[in-house]
């Protein structure tokens, strides 16, 4: 007969810790306020029997949030058969108003109290027996980290029947319920911790005392980035040209083999071409990416990320994000599927829904690299270029954040900024290894699988038209016919050709696609575009144009709405668009060509258009009230009906 | 006086926390209830937000939520 354990406690507990412990199945642990924020799943690796089950670090149960509603929700459809109340010795009374309301479910539970090896180093006393007495179950002190008492965890939650005493709250001071918690949590405390300051305690304070200091917080943060970066593209990126190498040679091999055995040329091609080379497009990428990932960690895993959202949230809010956007938007320059399941921990819908609409603005790894190809074959390799690609970035995220945040769509002011500084603690390399594990999978699964069918994809369209298989033929291909129906979108882009429309296209299934096509389609890219502008134009595009699809599948996921998916992507082209056309206009201006008075309409026809899309965005509440947010159908303050 | 107007290292205990805002639920449930003292550690560049020591934990709030707790200074 099998059982369920499931493991409940506050964000920072070590929750996560102990269940990689416990399952062997690692998964993201983090001092970052919420990391765990989807149900996971393993087996007790001593005992086949029992499952484990790692639910998302919350504060209480009071269905507020996505996370305690999906808690509550997984707690009442499907009760475990033991809860372990995972609680940090450290922190115990916030830990325990957490077990408090956990005592209304009626489910067997066992207190396990984390950190124990914390109170032990700093001599802090614990009263297990007195805690158990307060609450009437079991209560085991472990320590995660260090796996002391994690088996005699194990055998108590598997075998008790004990369940929560509710504490009698009639006597309490207090309003709410929840102070009246809180005060009988006070009155028993003292009973079975006594306080002090720990020695991790006392180094964090001395610590953020200069990392969120008033002046050095904030170029403390750019440094650290910096270095972030210089490490990741100076250790990653050599060793991703080693690789990139590789494959190159591998292709050429495969080429000369394939040939020696009189392979058909289409299906060499297929190989060489579009599997190999892509394949290895996707594995040159990969080392800058884990090096990244790597130093991202370490990051998240110290708590630091916590300090970085606390000094730039007010420099955020004025663009309508959040302090707790910074880290998706970092995140972004390496991946943008990463960084938007990073925006999980901003609690305030329209400043996540903002983050979502605007850190695919950053430049991800492989827009890095489309922009390194377009600096080196159009500027003579110029630095400051595909770097200016990054200020681009900066610069229409804070732009169209002061756009968007005029609509009341994002300004709304629902949930509180509620941050905790966790202790500051030196990360685990288990730990950082195992969250790189999960991101290889991630990447290399995801992007790796997109980029292998957007070749396979491209080398079809390429080489088969109506006409049927019209190998080295181009232009009665699908993709010629493709490219010539769009090539009057860009036209006033400066790009309105076949070639370049069709790799703007392929750019929006994958950006590692664009420079691939733009060679395969065309002998000399340069003759693409007239002059250094458009070419600009066509790297602005690019960089601000709606993501790869696994980022556009990602969105969908976190906006959880068809529709905010449909306006995100509509926000991105008109951005995109109207960029790219500033610049190309300029390069217009400063040649005085009749082009002009064409692109001034085209500009009007295009603020129509954009009014227009603002028009349906307003549609969907005025907000002057937050009725729409809460799902009702009739706005408060206007008593005006709107669509849901 | 509200919490936003106490200095860095002054403490306070709460007295009241605004009743219409849903920020009173959160902020309750982590901790910040009526009579329990809260001390401001420090505050972020641009002094917003403002990180608090309460129970034996920090917590960082911006000034809005900051402006909605009444305290007594200690």
Redesign the interface.
Known sequence: MSITVALIGNPNCGKTTLFNLLTGTYQKTGNWTGVTTEKKAGVYRKDKRVNVVDLPGLYSLNAKSDDERAVLAYLKETPPDVIVNVVDGTNLERNLYLTCELSELNIPTVIAVNMYDDLNKNGIKLNSEKLAAVFGVDAVPVSALKNLNVDKLMSVAASTKKRLTAPDLKKEKGNTKSEKRYAFIERHVNGIIKKKQTRAEKFTQKADDVLTHRVFGIPIFFCVITLVYFLSMKIGGAVGEVISELFSSLADITDVFLKSYAVPEWLISLVCNAIIKSTGTVVSFLPQILVLFALMAIIEESGYASRVAFIMDRFFRSFGLSGKSLIPMIVSCGCTVSGLMATRTIENKSERRMTIFLAPFMPCGAKTAVFGWFSYSFFNGSAIVAASMYFLGIICTAVFGKILKRFKAFSSNDGAFILEMPTLRLPSLKDVFFVLWEKIKDFTGKAGMIVFIVSVALWILQNFGFAGYVYGNVEKSFLFATGNALKFFFYPLGFGNWQASVSVLTGILAKEAVVETMRFVSADPASLFYNSFSVYAFMAFVLLSPPCAASIAAAKQELKSGKWLFFMLGFQLIAAYSVALAINLTGILFERNFGLILSAIIVIIIALMTFIFIKAVRKDGCGSCTACNRGRNRCQKKGKRFTT | MLLSELKVGESGRVTSINNQS??K???????V????VVTV?????????V?IKL????????K??AQKITVEKL
């Open positions: 849903e920020i639920i959160r902020l309750n449930n982590i901790g209830t009526e009579g329990v550690v420090r505050v972020a560049p641009f002094s917003d937000p990180e129970r034996d934990f920090y917590l960082a709030l911006r809005n939520a």
